[in-house]
């Protein structure tokens, strides 16, 4: 049972993995990133995530590693609070609670009791560099109020901060000054660049600085493409600075080695720098790296580095430039035309990613799974061209078939558009074109769906256009005397008085369409295509339009632009009831008959959850988001929730996620399982959630087919065969600690036999595969047979030592052939 008080707004799916610079452990071993208000562990081997360290209550904002034990890491985040981790175990240690906003946190081992966070006081965009105190206690909860002021009018981006020289002075760029702060002298130096254009019309702006671990040196990045690095800067009049240029665009950061011999610079060349012996002739590049490069970071054992891309990506690269692993986030693309889509195989999320690209997105692993090639161009990154958008996609058939509207436009008499028909393959596990239409419509095609009644014979598409007409289209058989093929054509035409066709739906058994024509919503038969009614209620252009499903079918709901929430009833055809409501997004449960609808305020994005039978909301969320809600989709539970307060109901079944318009893609979540658990409980947790190795597979498959055998043996009321759990090899191997383990050696074979299904009679080995002997001939032999399992066993038995095997009868005899057919023989290659 979840409490009522444990509902929050969360960014958990899809969250950005750049949003701040990744961090490594000391041995390289793992990767830490910020990912909504999480931060997760990643492996640098394998690209898996490892942990999910769980307990901000809003946006992380800044991770760093305990100098003082390389084994914890403290992180940030706008909740007010610093948390300690053990990322190992994936603990939390301590919270300290600051009570400012923090935007980004920095940790020396000069300062062993204390860090430094970024705050703002007073005004919102004037920011401070504070030292926070970090008092010792017990207790897991500690108040961290004692706050020391280093510098005033930062930037809030930790890019532009810098500590160097073992934490004796920290530099700060903002606009066209650098402050540098020296911690002993307690003396600030200021130093100015000319705010005026170059004559290649850029600009001078600071974008980034970086420290020399060795020296007084401090490398700083410009918005002209520049690296400028500063020496002799404790003195304001006989500092110097020398330029280095390889960038055509501005430096988005920098980074030094660890011994200081390189430093590494990247920018929106998607090209990494290494500058070494900070000279402009010895320098090596990565190129190709597929995005913009926002952060860059440096292993403290500096065998590593890596580079955070704008695409969500983030790429481990070895010391000699090579690149090791990418560990891909959800896509942000500059515009979600296509909306949020399930794909019903995979349950993935599925929108617009790479240009010209559709993404599947996994929410439970939160890992992109693969991308989709809609378009089949290559796309040139260039900012004055007009590129081809995908605009519309839609899943039908239970996700045999994908529609993708594609289009490019440079004036208004030069409209280029495409429709595509993917056809899954089983083969190859993807959708593979089928059908393509050159210019399906005169128009923007503004809606497309696909009829996924159940009682469906044949698959069919609707499209709307801003040309006055719907099509229909029908899959046909497209078979010649070379090979037999399907393929779509149009079927049906259909127009409402020239108005522009906005939106379209099928209801829940296929057999009505509803297309609304700007303020007048049509119902039409699916079998003959004729009209049958038509609403008007000259509220504004209808906007949305779904139908109500399960014991609402009966029920069509339309949202319109001035701020209108009608419901009709089909039966009487007649108006049910209406709220003035300025729904921006109206998604229904596939798994009830709820429908969310997000609206717009003056403050912020309101969630109003009902059902159409009753115009009462079962659910009002107010102030889900700040920003406007653009795009929602309902996610089917693998877990049903039990939620018993009826505001809360609605998501037992389902989870909504919704998509705000700076592409943050939030749900509503309860506290995590791991807060509610015990530590014996947690111990448990963790023994049967073993990690996904070669050794698990086995072990898992092996379980469910003995899983399998051991509910037919008591149906039959068979002897039990013995369980996996109980065999000591698997439990020396999983549970003793690998120091005292013996070598891998001697523990592998007594390992695989435990998993094979021993020979206990030679009548199973002599026995034929065909299980279905005749039963006269079975009787016959059955005596002999008995006799000689008994001598084989007396002779097993003197090998197996203490263990004694079930004498086996005539039944189990006959079950235990079955299991002939399983080969075992891959296991001796291992």
């Known amino acids: 049972m979840v409490e009522e008080e444990g509902v929050r707004v969360v960014r958990c799916g899809g969250s950005e993995l750049n949003f701040r610079r990744a961090v490594f452990s000391a041995d390289s071993k793992y990767i830490f990133c910020v990912s909504g208000d999480f931060v997760k562990v990643y492996s640098t081997a394998t690209e898996e995530c490892v942990h999910i360290l769980q307990g901000h209550r809003n946006l992380v904002t800044g991770i760093q590693l305990n100098p003082s034990n390389h084994l914890q890491l403290y992180s940030c985040?706008?909740?007010?609070?610093?948390?300690?981790?053990?990322?190992?175990?994936?603990?939390?240690?301590?919270?300290?609670?600051?009570?400012?906003?923090?935007h980004a946190l920095f940790a020396i081992a000069r300062a062993e009791d204390s860090v430094f966070v970024t705050i703002n006081k007073e005004?919102?965009?004037?920011?401070?560099?504070?030292?926070?105190?970090?008092?010792?206690?017990?207790?897991?909860?500690?108040?961290?109020?004692?706050?020391?002021?280093?510098?005033?009018?930062?930037?809030?981006?930790?890019?532009?901060?810098?500590?160097g020289h073992?934490?004796?002075?920290?530099?700060?760029?903002?606009?066209?000054?650098?402050?540098?702060?020296?911690?002993?002298?307690?003396?600030?130096?200021?130093?100015?660049?000319?705010?005026?254009?170059?004559?290649?019309?850029?600009?001078?702006?600071?974008?980034?600085?970086?420290?020399?671990?060795?020296?007084?040196?401090?490398?700083?990045?410009?918005?002209?493409?520049?690296?400028?690095?500063?020496?002799?800067?404790?003195?304001?009049?006989?500092?110097?600075?020398?330029?280095?240029?390889?960038?055509?665009?501005?430096?988005?950061?920098?980074?030094?080695?660890?011994t200081g011999t390189s430093l590494l610079s990247g920018g929106r060349e998607s090209v990494l720098v290494e500058w070494r012996d900070a000279a402009e002739k010895n320098k090596e590049f990565l190129p190709r790296l597929g995005a913009t490069i926002e952060h860059i970071s440096v292993s403290p054992a500096g065998d590593l580095f890596c580079t955070s891309h704008s695409d969500n990506k983030i790429i481990?690269?070895?010391?000699?430039?090579?690149?090791?692993?990418?560990?891909?986030?959800?896509?942000?693309?500059?515009?979600?035309?296509?909306?949020?889509?399930?794909?019903?195989?995979?349950?993935?999320?599925?929108?617009?990613?790479?240009?010209?690209?559709l993404q599947f997105y996994s929410l439970q692993s939160d890992k992109q799974l693969y991308n989709l090639d809609i378009v089949q161009q290559e796309y040139i990154n260039d900012y004055s061209l007009i590129q081809i958008e995908l605009t519309?996609?839609?899943?039908?058939?239970?996700?045999?078939?994908?529609?993708t509207v594609e289009q490019r436009q440079e004036k208004k008499t030069e409209l280029e558009m495409q429709m595509k028909l993917w056809m899954y393959n089983k083969k190859t596990q993807g959708f593979v074109l089928n059908t393509k239409v050159n210019m399906p419509h005169e128009d923007h095609i503004t809606a497309l769906c696909f009829c996924n009644a159940e009682k469906s014979e044949n698959p069919t598409l609707v499209t709307t256009s801003k040309d006055g007409h719907f099509k229909v289209w029908i899959l046909t058989d497209d078979s010649d005397i070379y090979k037999k093929a399907v393929g779509w054509t149009c079927d049906f035409v259909g127009s409402y008085h020239k108005y522009q066709a906005t939106n379209c739906c099928?209801?829940?058994?296929?057999?009505?369409?509803?297309?609304?024509?700007?303020?007048?919503?049509?119902?039409?038969?699916?079998?003959?295509?004729?009209?049958?009614?038509?609403?008007?209620?000259?509220?504004?252009?209808i906007r949305h339009l779904c139908f109500g499903r399960l014991t609402c079918s009966k029920y069509l709901l339309g949202a319109t632009e001035n701020g209108i929430l009608c419901c009709w009833n089909l039966l009487s055809c007649a108006l049910e009831w209406s709220a003035k409501l300025n729904v921006r997004v109206m998604e229904p449960d596939p798994n009830s008959e709820n429908i969310a609808a997000v609206s717009r305020s003056s403050v912020g994005s309101d969630l109003f959850v009902f059902k159409p039978s009753e115009p009462r909301p079962l659910c009002i969320q107010k102030n889900i988001s700040r920003e406007e809600?653009?795009?929602?989709?309902?996610?089917?539970?693998?877990?049903?929730?039990?939620?018993?307060?009826?505001?809360?109901?609605?998501?037992?079944?389902?989870?909504?996620?919704?998509?705000?318009?700076?592409?943050?893609?939030?749900?509503?979540?309860?506290?995590?399982?791991?807060?509610?658990?015990?530590?014996?409980?947690?111990?448990?947790?963790?023994?049967?959630?073993?990690?996904?190795?070669?050794?698990?597979?086995?072990?898992?498959?092996?379980?469910?087919?003995?899983?399998?055998?051991?509910?037919?043996?008591?149906?039959n009321e068979l002897v039990q065969l013995p369980l996996t759990e109980n065999i000591p090899a698997i439990s020396e191997l999983l549970h003793t600690p690998a120091h005292?383990?013996?070598?891998?050696?001697?523990?592998?074979?007594?390992?695989?036999?435990?998993?094979?299904?021993?020979?206990?009679?030679?009548?199973?080995?002599?026995?034929?595969?065909d299980v279905d002997m005749e039963e006269e001939k079975e009787s016959d032999d059955s005596d002999e047979e008995n006799d000689f399992t008994e001598k084989v066993q007396d002779t097993d038995n003197t090998d197996l030592g203490e263990d004694i095997i079930h004498q086996l009868s005539k039944s189990e005899e006959k079950e235990l052939r079955k299991f002939r057919k399983v080969d075992y023989s891959w296991i001796t290659a291992l």
Not at 524 to 533: A, M
Not at 634 to 656: G, H, I, K, M
Not at 665 to 674: C, Q
Not at 740 to 766: D, Q
């Open 166 to 258: 073992e934490g004796e002075y920290v530099a700060v760029v903002r606009d066209f000054y650098l402050s540098v702060y020296f911690f002993k002298k307690k003396k600030t130096s200021r130093f100015t660049l000319s705010s005026s254009r170059n004559k290649k019309r850029a600009k001078n702006n600071f974008t980034c600085v970086a420290c020399h671990p060795k020296e007084d040196c401090i490398a700083t990045g410009h918005k002209d493409g520049k690296i400028r690095l500063w020496r002799n800067f404790d003195d304001d009049k006989k500092y110097t600075y020398t330029c280095l240029h390889w960038h055509h665009d501005m430096v988005m950061d920098l980074a030094f080695s660890v």
């Open 629 to 715: 809600v653009q795009w929602g989709v309902f996610v089917p539970r693998d877990v049903p929730e039990s939620f018993t307060s009826e505001a809360y109901q609605w998501l037992n079944r389902s989870q909504f996620y919704f998509l705000t318009k700076s592409q943050s893609l939030l749900t509503f979540s309860t506290k995590s399982p791991e807060e509610k658990l015990t530590p014996t409980s947690k111990q448990l947790l963790a023994e049967e959630s073993l990690p996904n190795t070669p050794f698990y597979f086995i072990l898992g498959k092996h379980r469910q087919q003995q899983h399998e055998k051991l509910n037919a043996a008591l149906e």
């Open 316 to 357: 481990v690269i070895h010391r000699n430039l090579e690149a090791s692993a990418v560990i891909q986030g959800l896509v942000k693309d500059s515009n979600i035309f296509t909306g949020l889509m399930i794909d019903p195989r995979t349950k993935a999320l599925v929108l617009n990613g790479k240009p010209g690209h």
């Open 740 to 769: 005292v383990l013996p070598s891998a050696s001697f523990l592998c074979s007594m390992f695989v036999n435990s998993l094979l299904l021993s020979k206990e009679s030679k009548s199973a080995e002599e026995t034929p595969n």
């Open 123 to 163: 005004k919102p965009d004037v920011f401070q560099l504070v030292s926070v105190k970090l008092p010792k206690s017990s207790s897991q909860e500690i108040e961290a109020k004692e706050l020391s002021f280093v510098l005033d009018y930062i930037n809030q981006s930790p890019k532009c901060i810098a500590f």
């Open 506 to 541: 099928f209801s829940e058994d296929g057999s009505l369409l509803a297309v609304s024509f700007e303020e007048i919503v049509t119902i039409w038969d699916s079998e003959t295509w004729e009209l049958k009614c038509t609403f008007c209620q000259r509220a504004g252009k």
């Open 77 to 102: 985040s706008f909740d007010g609070t610093i948390k300690l981790w053990d990322y190992v175990d994936g603990i939390l240690i301590k919270t300290f609670i600051v009570g400012h906003k923090l």
């Open 392 to 403: 519309k996609a839609a899943f039908g058939c239970y996700g045999n078939w994908l529609a």
